[in-house]
């Protein structure tokens, strides 16, 4: 079982940036492939990025693609999302999963989910 908390959001201005923070509990945690979701209101929950144990691949929706970067530290069983340039369209609740096989794009795929934090971009 893991249980993941995330932390770091809030209302920031357009352009403006956001670290976003999960922090798991349990044990084996760079045993899990590791990925944030959003859900905008009103929208169906989204994929926006995705890591491997190692930290060393990544995959990102394709409008978050150089404005935010997925990475962990396994020693602190936390994984990251920095995001710059924010838009106001990033206004979502943004939520940390984690699961045991890469394949992690759709939310019927989903192992374990945290209970979010909510970002809010003004414009």
């Known amino acids: 079982q893991v249980q993941l908390v995330e932390s770091g959001g809030g209302l920031v201005q357009a352009g403006g940036s956001l670290r976003l923070s999960c922090t798991a509990s349990?044990?084996?945690?760079?045993?899990?492939?590791m990925a944030w979701f959003r859900q905008a209101p009103g929208k169906e929950r989204e994929f926006v990025a995705q890591?491997?144990?190692?930290?060393?691949?990544?995959y990102y929706l394709d409008s978050v693609k150089g404005r935010f970067t997925i990475s962990r530290d396994n020693a602190k069983n936390t994984v990251y999302l920095q995001m710059i340039s924010l838009k106001f369209e990033d206004t979502a609740v943004y939520y940390c999963v984690a699961n045991a096989r890469w394949e992690m794009r759709s939310y019927s795929d989903i192992q374990y989910w945290g209970k979010g934090t909510q970002v809010t971009v003004s414009s």
């Open positions: 349990g044990r084996f945690f760079n045993s899990y492939y």
């Open positions: 890591i491997s144990w190692s930290g060393g691949s990544t």
